[in-house]
């Protein structure tokens, strides 16, 4: 029923808005002295109809409808006031072909309404080629229109002699107006065809235009600040408010002096003063008419190291500051005047960034590829823009385009009119200011474009030690609009970021020498038992970055890579844990690689801290055997060691404790204490699964004598706790509570977060099966809030929850944890847990599928918390 009413909301909804454009249409047949224009108005209203009363559900022909109706607004705007003999032949030629293709369109839609659904279907392909080519053509002639008309108009308007009455009559009709009658100035160029997602903005700015306060739009180069501009200028509460008096200067058509400015306003406002020198013969008619003006591409003429700024400076700001004009400043530089409010344009949302991109590529249905393709354009307007055009003109289909962008990057971003990313960039790399920078500025922005991330604000005297005035040329690099600021890091659009960044990292030596910077912070020694442990949590922060940097120089097989490799699994295991995309060049590398053990077991490590204990076990059989053909007796038991944790965590205790077994002989014979004892934690946890609990205990306190009483407090940490959890299953509390509270004091004296989280989720345990469920629940939330850089621990901590939920009958509660932890324990491929988690589901359901229950049926929700979390129980991180 749901459906039916949406759909039905959508019919009702496309149904209006065609009766909205066939009434425009016929009402623009009525006002047009101009036969081959009528003719197409009527053919327009004629397939328009036809849509709206067959085909209202099609969205492919009703995109295509409203793309007929569009260009016949520019038309009818092109020929207002226009008599028949003043029309030049390029337009009647392109309103013949107009005609033209509305009646082929026509055709198909009539022939497709006749069709049967099988028909209909058979014919689909076919159809999606003629709307493709149809569009194109359509583009074509709106082209036409919107450059012959307009150049026909200012040619009209250049010349007093060629003023018909006519247009002046029809304008007066059309528009009611109490404005001061000026002389005629130019008219602004037609709205843009669309100007999707900025629906909030654009009132902004009307908002602003109509209380006369001045705006400037800021941003980088293909945003849509010049689309907004023109929208806003030609909305109907403008056109009411401004009437004739809306003007339109792009500021990059002439040299940056203030007399050609103050030449091309005075022509622009129509005060018919040729050259004048400053702004005194202009400010009768600025002062006596209310006026909106928009300067666009303003950076050309604002730019603070400009060899004229301080004089068109000073010309702009009074302009700001006439209480009678709204000025409307769109510029890539944040130099403008101190009152003009500057309202942030926000990034395009999925579905206006898709409006984008259908509406020129064409129909079809949404796609999962091209809403991919959109995000790593960050929704950039203009280059959403050239890549549909790109596509369209190219007729590639989705995977074609994909492969394409893959390959190509930002040179798919030029269509065939050279219109393109790159020169929109490049305006900005032109300008004084950056190019007042230096000549190795490029070279530093190239950096901050390598890099996903940008760079950290906080880093730039450690990355750039050799730059003076670094900070300097990052606030010029924000000013200008090729950077901007988020969440502490200096970045860059995706797009702008493609054609920046080096081709060759080796051919930058800046470059080279800020990846020479992260590589020596890597490699660092990892151990949460000495100091220093808690610098590394940059990592937490940089981990994109880094990643990213290894993932481009491990091909080149640059020296001491792989090793920084090693570390950086390392520190995102204890910092971050997470997989990561060099997995699958790791295990690319030949089986003689000097390197690829060790980075097999490193990826192991990450697998373990999301729950994967079967990958982890995979690759630990890979790396196990690599070392035994090297014959490395430490790396030998130190693998056999972690694959004895991973089979307790697959419930193979037997084979668990052969493996622990025979690394612990193993580091017998080497002399390595440690190693003993953390063969002996792995083997004390596998005989705790295996409810051996004397013989866990003893293992334990043998562990913990070889322990040192400074340097290992981590180890100590853990054995308390598996002490705590060993009492309690025997039911001595009073032990289990010592051990826990012992552990406890030692983890929060470091800040360990992981094993917080670990204490305060066994004592929920402790609580639950007392049925002290408040208390439980308030150390649940304790254990989650230290599981915020752990997701799957947030999820073990979701799954307890959810347990206790359950205990407490709170069945709707423990459903929807339940559910959102499988999600969480699916993703990170943890099957044993997402087995357990379906487990207690159905439960839950069996508990709610029952109407009523009795205090005897109640049983069903009483699961106790160690006995429904056997196995997670037993959980630990490792011991490093």
Request: glycine share 6%; net charge negative.
């Amino acid at each position: 029923m749901a459906s039916t009413s949406q759909g039905q909301k959508v019919h009702y909804v496309v149904s209006s808005t065609l009766d909205a454009d066939i009434q425009a249409l016929n009402d623009a047949r009525d006002n047009c002295n101009i036969t081959p224009a009528q003719d197409a108005f009527d053919a327009s209203s004629a397939l328009l109809t036809t849509i709206r009363n067959d085909m209202a559900n099609e969205q492919d022909y009703v995109n295509l409808g409203r793309f007929c109706a569009d260009v016949c607004k520019a038309l009818d705007r092109g020929l207002e006031g226009r008599r028949p003999d003043k029309i030049s032949p390029p337009v009647l030629e392109a309103i013949e072909q107009f005609t033209t293709t509305l009646a082929a369109i026509r055709k198909k839609t009539d022939e497709r309404v006749k069709r049967s659904l099988a028909s209909k279907l058979i014919h689909r392909k076919g159809e999606k080629e003629a709307i493709a080519g149809w569009n194109r053509d359509l583009v074509r002639i709106l082209h036409i229109f919107n450059t012959e008309l307009l150049m026909d108009v200012h040619s009209m308007l250049s010349d007093p002699r060629r003023h018909p009455s006519a247009c002046q009559e029809r304008t007066d009709s059309r528009h009611k107006s109490t404005q001061t009658s000026v002389p005629v100035g130019e008219l602004p160029p037609p709205p843009p065809k669309s100007c999707f997602g900025r629906g909030e903005l654009i009132e902004q700015v009307i908002g602003s235009a109509e209380n006369l306060e001045p705006v400037a739009l800021i941003g980088a180069g293909g945003v849509g600040k010049t689309s907004i501009a023109l929208t806003v200028l030609h909305d109907d509460r403008i056109k009411q408010r401004f009437d004739s008096n809306r003007r339109f200067i792009r500021c990059d058509q002439f040299p940056a002096s203030c007399l050609h400015f103050l030449a091309r306003l005075s022509e622009v406002i129509g005060a018919g003063i040729e050259n004048p020198e400053d702004m005194a013969p202009l400010r009768p008619i600025l002062s006596s008419n209310e006026m909106i003006i928009v300067l666009d591409n303003a950076e050309s003429i604002l730019d603070p190291q400009g060899t004229s700024q301080e004089e068109i400076y000073a010309v702009v700001d009074e302009l700001c500051r006439f209480k009678t004009i709204c000025v409307c400043i769109t510029s890539r530089i944040t130099t403008v005047p101190p009152y003009c409010k500057r309202p942030e344009i926000p990034t395009l949302s999925m579905e206006s960034a898709c409006d984008i991109f259908y509406g020129i590529y064409g129909g079809g249905g949404r796609s999962r590829i091209i809403d991919n393709l959109l995000q790593r354009l960050d929704f950039h307007a203009l280059s959403i823009t050239l890549l549909a055009t790109t596509a369209s003109d190219n007729v590639w289909d989705h995977n074609r385009l994909a492969k394409e962008w893959d390959v190509h990057r930002a040179q798919v971003l030029r269509t065939d009119r050279n219109e393109s990313l790159a020169a929109t960039i490049e305006l900005s790399l032109v300008s004084p200011t950056f190019r007042n920078l230096g000549p190795d500025v490029r070279d530093l922005l190239g950096v901050v474009a390598f890099f996903p991330q940008g760079v950290n604000e906080k880093n730039l005297d450690w990355l750039f030690p050799t730059i003076p005035d670094r900070k300097n040329f990052f606030d010029k690099f924000c000013a200008l609009s090729l950077t901007y600021q988020s969440s502490g890091f200096i970045t860059m659009l995706a797009p702008i970021r493609d054609h920046l960044r080096p081709r060759d990292p080796m051919s930058s030596p800046l470059l080279c020498a800020t990846k020479d910077r992260y590589f020596t912070r890597l490699s660092v020694g990892l151990d949460p038992d000495k100091s220093g442990f808690g610098e590394t949590r940059w990592i937490v922060s940089e981990d994109v970055n880094v990643e990213h940097l290894l993932d481009v120089f491990i091909p080149i097989e640059e020296p001491n890579v792989w090793n920084v490799c090693v570390h950086f699994m390392r520190h995102l295991y204890w910092q971050k844990p997470r997989q990561t995309v060099l997995r699958s060049k790791i295990e690319s590398l030949p089986d003689s690689h000097p390197y690829k053990a060790r980075c097999l077991f490193q990826v192991s490590r990450l697998f373990e801290s999301v729950g994967n204990r079967a990958e982890q076990k995979r690759l630990l059989v890979r790396a196990l055997t690599l070392e035994r053909g090297r014959g490395d007796d430490f790396r030998i038991a130190q693998t056999l060691e972690y694959l004895s944790r991973a089979n307790r965590h697959l419930g193979l205790l037997s084979e668990g404790v052969q493996q622990a077994e025979e690394a612990l002989e193993m580091f017998k014979r080497l002399g390595n204490a440690m190693g003993q004892a953390s063969c002996l934690d792995a083997l004390a946890w596998l005989l705790f699964e295996d409810d051996q609990l004397d013989a866990a205990e003893d293992t334990v306190l043998h562990m913990m004598r070889l322990l040192p009483e400074e340097g290992e407090e981590s180890r100590v940490c853990k054995s308390h706790r598996l002490l705590a959890q060993i009492f309690h299953f025997k039911g001595e509390k009073e032990n289990a509570i010592h051990h826990i509270e012992t552990a406890l004091a030692v983890a929060s004296a470091f800040n360990w977060n992981d094993e917080l989280f670990w204490i305060h989720y066994v004592m929920a345990g402790l609580f639950s099966d007392d049925g002290e469920f408040d208390d439980a629940n308030a150390h649940i939330e304790q254990a989650k809030s230290h599981a915020a850089d752990n997701p799957y621990n947030l999820g073990r901590g979701m799954e307890a929850q959810a347990r206790i939920w359950y205990q407490q009958c709170r069945l709707d509660d423990a459903r929807c944890e339940a559910l959102r932890t499988l999600e969480t324990y699916e993703r990170f491929g943890a099957a044993k847990d997402a087995n357990a988690l379906k487990a207690l589901l159905q439960e839950i359901e069996n508990a709610a599928g029952s109407q009523s229950l009795s205090e005897s049926d109640s049983s069903a929700c009483s699961t106790t918390y160690s006995t429904a979390t056997e196995n997670s129980q037993g959980a630990d991180q490792g011991t490093g």
